[in-house]
T-cell receptor, first 113, second 118 residues
Framework: AQSVAQPEDQVNVAEGNPLTVKCTYS??????LFWYVQYPNRGLQFLLK??????LVKGSYGFEAEFNKSQTSFHLKKPSALVSDSALYFC???????????FGKGTTLSVSS | GAVVSQHPSRVICKSGTSVKIECRSL??????MFWYRQFPKQSLMLMAT?????????EQGVEKDKFLINHASLTLSTLTVTSAHPEDSSFYIC??????????????FGPGTRLTVL
């Protein structure tokens, strides 16, 4: 069975500092990995994905994520956080194209000025 | 990018009534759509997979007679919450795999529908 773990309920960083939101996964085949962001009372916005190829994936709004097969991780990173990055972030996985995503519980990112 | 819309964005209804939520893919066709439910400060839980031209497939524990899904066309799926009760109050989100670059590996999400049952 597929699963995703986001070990941190909340991450707090100061504006301008680097941020990392952690994600580990479990899937039987090759993973399709995603990060989404959700602002209050709104749907999810796609940030980035890893399907195949380079382990470092660059996405929207300056975010990037590194796929690490040996550690089964896909941590989300940004070199310099903005207050506007404050939101709820979800990591998701599936093992086949076109199938439903399985989501982690979400991590609330709070960036202080 | 691909756009998915939902209607209504917010609905308040009395206990015992039925509520229909629409999910539309605006600029692409979707033979499959997914319905999720999200409780406050919690993750999205997959409820069912909506298939155009065939019956929906429901996740374990989801009552198919309570949450009726109809995939009427390649751009429209509807979720009807029948005989709604206060415990059905939640944020319902649909998604559809996009066809950007010929691949369906990215899913696009609707903005969600906030259902409140009094």
């Amino acid at each position: 069975a597929q699963s995703v773990a986001q070990p941190e309920d909340q991450v707090n960083v100061a504006e301008g500092n680097p941020l990392t939101v952690k994600c580990t996964y479990s899937v039987s085949g090759n993973p399709y990995l995603f990060w989404y962001v959700q602002y209050p009372n709104r749907g999810l916005q796609f940030l980035l994905k890893y399907i195949t190829g380079d382990n470092l994936v660059k996405g929207s709004y300056g975010f990037e994520a590194e796929f690490n097969k040996s550690q089964t991780s896909f941590h989300l990173k940004k070199p310099s956080a903005l207050v506007s990055d404050s939101a709820l972030y979800f990591c998701a996985v599936r093992d086949m194209a076109g199938t439903a995503l399985i989501f982690g519980k979400g991590t609330t990112l709070s960036v202080s000025s | 990018g691909a756009v998915v819309s939902q209607h209504p964005s917010r609905v308040i209804c009395k206990s015992g009534t039925s509520v229909k939520i629409e999910c539309r893919s605006l600029d692409f066709q979707a033979t499959t759509m997914f319905w999720y439910r999200q409780f406050p400060k919690q993750s999205l839980m997959l409820m069912a997979t909506s298939n155009e031209g065939s019956k929906a497939t429901y996740e374990q524990g989801v009552e198919k007679d309570k949450f009726l899904i109809n995939h009427a066309s390649l751009t429209l799926s509807t979720l009807t919450v029948t005989s709604a009760h206060p415990e059905d109050s939640s944020f319902y989100i649909c998604s559809a795999p996009g066809l950007a670059g010929g691949s369906t590996d990215t899913q696009y999400f609707g903005p969600g529908t906030r259902l409140t049952v009094l």
